[in-house]
């Protein structure tokens, strides 16, 4: 089992960055798949990315393509989420997710732990 827990959102103003951190306990961050979702109120939870076990393979949402990174520090238990060029509708709770087996990373069923998520305000 690990528990994650996501730390760096908050308040930024259109066009800046932000870079998400998810700190994996427990057993080790390298067991895992990993995915970054978020969610805006009155919405679905949706996938924004996600990295394979070895870090070899990523795959991203269409809306974030091109300007964020994810990526992953198995010394340090921890996975990071860049965010460049915010804007509004980035808004949203970015939650980190965990799942011990490859397959669809877009689906949400699929991963097995979850952290309590923060949250991401991009101002106009």
């Known amino acids: 089992q690990v528990q994650l827990v996501e730390s760096g959102g908050g308040l930024v103003q259109a066009g800046g960055s932000l870079r998400l951190s998810c700190a994996a306990s427990?057993?080790?961050?390298?067991?895992?798949?990993m995915g970054w979702f978020r969610q805006a109120p009155g919405k679905e939870r949706d996938l924004v990315a996600a990295?394979?076990?070895?870090?070899?393979?990523?795959v991203y949402a269409d809306s974030v393509k091109g300007r964020s990174t994810i990526s992953r520090d198995d010394a340090k238990n921890t996975v990071y989420l860049q965010m460049n060029s915010l804007n509004p509708e980035d808004t949203a709770v970015y939650y980190c997710?965990?799942?011990?087996?490859?397959?669809?990373?877009?689906?949400?069923?699929?991963?097995?732990?979850w952290g309590q998520g923060t949250q991401v305000t991009v101002s106009s």
């Open positions: 427990g057993r080790t961050s390298s067991t895992y798949h």
């Open positions: 997710a965990a799942r011990e087996y490859s397959g669809n990373y877009y689906s949400i069923r699929e991963y097995d732990y």
């Open positions: 990295i394979s076990r070895s870090g070899g393979m990523t």
